[in-house]
């Protein structure tokens, strides 16, 4: 009886576990392995999971049926979850770029009510992770395992004011004056610029 309730404690655990991840399908396509007598056909899936609240992962899984390579490719992004800092809970700390291969991305913070404005696969990765304002572009190769290498090596580059007035020795407030000042100056200028435009025009 008691074993019984340990399993059943067991199951409980993996599926309140399963419960708090989003999942997204991110590519899927046909695959053939050559052996003895022909070719054997299957299909590779490329999945991104993520709990929407700083933790994502992707992973890739093969089988002859759909079905199966997805769950396998899920499997395997659960194994390599990693953790991003997040701003307020809905956007980057900063900007920060990526590389994989022949394939490059730009990730940009953005101010609340932005959105999330980026391609398919890394929209997929953006909406698992928990961001919710965000400015992705993606050069080069548009393979999509290449852009979600690519991502997942700009984020693992993403630092949280902690860890950067740490390497810096300040504060962690002096450090987040710093930046409110240059945001400031920053959309100062781009005032300036408007107003500017907008004489020109008006002349």
């Known amino acids: 009886m008691a074993d019984d309730n340990r399993r059943g404690g067991r199951r409980r655990d993996r599926d309140d576990e399963d419960n708090e991840f989003v999942d997204k399908l991110v590519h899927i396509n046909r695959v053939a392995k050559v052996v003895k007598g022909g070719r054997r056909f299957g299909f590779a899936a490329l999945v991104v999971v993520g709990d929407a609240k ?3 992962g992707f992973g890739h899984g093969k089988a002859r049926e759909v079905p199966e390579a997805i769950r396998k490719a899920t499997e395997s992004a659960k194994r390599t979850l990693i953790r991003v800092p997040l701003r307020e809970g ?3 700390h900063h900007d920060v770029s990526g590389r994989w291969g022949a394939g490059k991305v730009f990730l940009r913070a953005a101010p609340a009510g932005t959105g999330i ?3 398919g ?3 997929a990765v953006f909406e698992t992770l928990g961001v919710h304002d965000i400015v992705a572009k993606s050069l080069g190769s548009s393979n999509p395992y290449n852009m979600i290498r690519a ?5 693992k580059d993403q630092d949280s004011p902690r860890a950067v007035a740490a390497r810096r ?3 962690v407030s002096a450090l987040q ?3 409110r000042d240059a945001e400031h100056e920053a959309a100062v200028e781009a005032g300036s610029d408007a107003d500017e435009g907008a004489e020109m025009v008006n002349a």
């Open 54 to 56: 700083g933790r994502v």
């Open 117 to 119: 404005i980026a391609g």
């Open 90 to 92: 809905r956007t980057l």
């Open 177 to 179: 004056a710093r930046r």
């Open 151 to 155: 991502t997942f090596e700009a984020l």
């Open 169 to 171: 020795g300040l504060k």
């Open 121 to 123: 696969p890394m929209r």
